[in-house]
């Protein structure tokens, strides 16, 4: 939060999702990056479990096989980002951050990437830069050949989803974001790339990746500076760090 508000030059609000017994904790840290903010911010907390309360009446016709009731953790640990269009209706765009993303640079400069969205493309994130999806896609690349799941320059391997440029607003009309946060629609995509997932219902980051592998045109890529990772394919991505505008850090670690 700190290191946001000290580089931005834009007023910022944060919608903050967590949970009652964090609230103290939070107010503590607003507080504290208030004292060194160089731009003006405001925010508001958003409880998890009235997001999914809500969430529960209006994903029935959205998407009526997600079986939200049955699936709310898995929801709420792996997929929550996909359904704030519906929680957010008065929002547009949102930038999606999580605790492992550090800021060095002014978040404005980032925002700006929204504007270079062509007209189907309704979020935006870096390439993962290390290895994490390249055995996930073992046996698909084995059958079908290609490059899926491997390093640049010939391949491709998925997406990180610790930041993210969501188009809310083309996210609600969007029948294919709509198709695929059905819950059936996720075992399709995970039986026809014979993915090998850390779990049995994918990760956010292994959901997008795999869309993405069957709808590319859904996304825009950042450039890798805006959320350049510690563990990386150093001969693929080790320009990243020429100028680094986000980091992911390891929160046990000392940040850059």
């Known amino acids: 939060m700190t290191w946001l508000v000290v580089y931005s030059s834009a007023p910022v609000h944060f919608h903050i999702l967590s949970d009652s017994e964090s609230l103290t904790v939070i107010d503590t840290i607003m507080k504290r990056a208030g004292r060194q903010a160089n ?25 009526p096989r997600l079986k939200l009731p049955m699936m709310r953790e898995h929801v709420v640990g792996h997929l929550l980002p996909l359904l704030l269009p519906w929680y957010y209706p008065q929002l547009d765009r949102l ?8 800021l060095r640079t002014d978040i404005s400069e980032l ?6 969205f062509q007209a189907d493309q309704v979020a935006g ?17 084995y059958i079908n050949g290609g490059q ?13 989803a610790q930041l993210m440029l969501l188009d809310l607003d083309k996210m609600r009309k969007s029948s294919l974001i709509k198709r695929y946060i059905d819950l059936e629609n996720q075992f399709y995509l995970i039986e026809k790339y014979e993915f090998k997932g850390r779990k049995l219902l994918p990760d956010l980051d292994e959901w997008l990746t795999l869309i993405a592998a069957e709808q590319p045109s859904l996304f825009y890529t950042l450039p890798c500076q805006w959320n350049v990772q510690q563990v990386m394919d150093e001969d693929a991505f080790q320009y990243c760090r020429n100028d680094i505008k986000a980091m992911e850090f390891d929160p046990d670690t000392a940040g850059f």
């Open 125 to 141: 994130m870096t390439l993962t830069q290390g290895a994490q999806f390249a055995s996930a896609f073992a046996v698909y690349r």
């Open 39 to 63: 731009c003006q911010f405001t925010y508001t907390i958003d409880l998890i479990d009235q997001v999914m309360d809500h969430l529960l009446g209006q994903l029935d016709s959205v998407a």
């Open 111 to 116: 925002q700006q990437h929204f504007e270079l």
């Open 95 to 102: 930038v999606w951050l999580t605790g492992s993303v550090k």
């Open 148 to 160: 899926l799941g491997l390093s640049p320059p010939l391949g491709w391997p998925g997406f990180n």
